[in-house]
C-alpha cells in the first residue's frame, strides 16, 4: 500500500508513505511502512504486530521511529476482549515526540446478533411479522 502527495512548487511539501501489510493464517498480522515528510526531514519506520490469542483475545503492539529526526515517535500495546455482547480494548501509548502517556479504554457494542435474531430494523424498533 502506499500514497503521497506533492506540491508542484520550489520548496513545497512533499509525503510519501508505503507499507506492507501481511494477515498469515497462524492468526499473526504484521504491518512495516515507511512515511518520508519534507522539508521537515522526517523518514519515519512504523512496525505494527497483531495476535490472536484465542476465540476471543487479541493482542497488538506498534512502535515508529524517525530516522531523519533520529528519535522514537510512539509506541503502543492494546489487548481486546470480543465477548457475546461487548468488544472491550485497554492499551496504553507513549508518544516521545511530546514526552506524554496515555490510556485507552474502549468499550463497543456487538450489534450483529440481537435477541438472537439477525439484526434489522424490525427487531431495533420491536415490530415483529
Known sequence: MSNGWFEPYEGG?????????L?????????????????LNSKAVSLNLGYQLSHRYYVAAGASYDFGLSQALSNS????????DLTVTVGVTYTAFVNTFGFQFLVVPNLALLNGNQFSSQSLTGNRR
Open 77 to 84: 500495546l492494546t489487548l481486546t476482549r470480543t465477548g457475546s
Open 13 to 21: 511539501s512533499r509525503y510519501w508513505n508505503a507499507g506492507v501489510y
Open 23 to 39: 494477515n498469515r493464517t497462524d492468526r499473526t498480522s504484521l504491518y512495516l511502512g515507511y512515511r518520508q515528510t519534507d522539508p
